[in-house]
């Protein structure tokens, strides 16, 4: 019987808390580690018979990373698996996470995983989890069983589909959750085990290298002046409306967003952690089936930072309107995926399938 090859992963280092330390070995932090460095720092990796591979991409702090970094960054570990890598390792830092992380999803259109990771608790402190962050990400880009489910992220040996995950607690090393789905799998004893399975892929073109649009995200409040909404509207391309509860705004933000509408791609997403938007329940002005009669688009169960990835990726690739509002509600799981623009993918373990929409 032939030998099983080795698996190997290439891990692509961004910087962020992972990679902080001080110059004193004290007081604050900034990103200085190399990506080697970090990977030698994990212990018990020597035993998991994996070829890692290591490459120092970026070494910024997540708030600071561009789409035009995730972009480069989606070309490169495109190659290092056209090169014949088992699998990727993201390591970045915690704030952007569940944004980078899906705008790799939507961009990664291989079989092989993409595994994002980083820590809450930097090197220099007591009980730091960048280590075991990224061996838990190396061994789910190793996994057999962690193909075709797009990009993944490892967190405190909890694996979670991009599309789903969060951030819920600014420090807690258990931030990092799914709130409407739960985790996919787990990293135990060194072997990844999946309890559940993203249903199908959608992913989109990449951007135009021209990539100009901007899009923005305005959280609705109490009281909300709808002033502010018409200024930040002038100088958008699209707009994510973050709602109170399954979609509602103030009255007096309606006719401002009636007229954006016209004008540009707004889409109606739900301020609240968990749950969707709903679409034919409340019929009051400012509720989710008068704004969607105004013209603006539901996100479903996309929550609002995931819904300005989309948006702005939409906009990048140069999607037609009537493309933008199919791609959102299918992300959003108001229709079904035959109404992806461009090509889905379904898990192989329920048969694989490919529809062109």
Known sequence: MPATPTPRVVVFGLGGTIAMTSGTGGGAVSPALTAQQLVDAVPGLADARIAVDVVDFRRRPGASLTVADLTELHTAATQALADGATGVVVTQGTDTIEETAYLL????????PVVVTGAMRNPTLA????????????????????????CLVAFADEIHAARWVTKTHSTSGATFRS?????????????????????????????????TATVALHTVTLDDDPTILDAIGRHCDGLVIAGFGVGHVPEPLVDTLTTLAGRIPVLLASRTPAGPTLTRTYGFPGSEQDLIARGLIPAGWLHPYKARVLLRALLAADTKPHDITAAVTTAGGLTEPTTWPWTTTSDDRLGTSRTDA
Do not use: F
Request: aromatic letters at 2%; glycine letters at 10%.
């Open 127 to 150: 009980g730091a989890d960048g280590p075991a962050n990224i061996l838990a990400a190396i061994h789910t880009a190793a996994s057999p069983q962690a193909r075709d489910q797009g």
């Open 179 to 211: 709130p409407d789905t739960g985790p996919l799998g787990y990293v135990l004893e060194g072997t990844v085990r999946m309890l559940n399975r993203v249903p199908h892929r959608l992913t989109i073109p990449a951007p135009q290298p021209t990539d």
């Open 105 to 112: 999803d939507l961009l990664h259109h291989r079989p092989e």
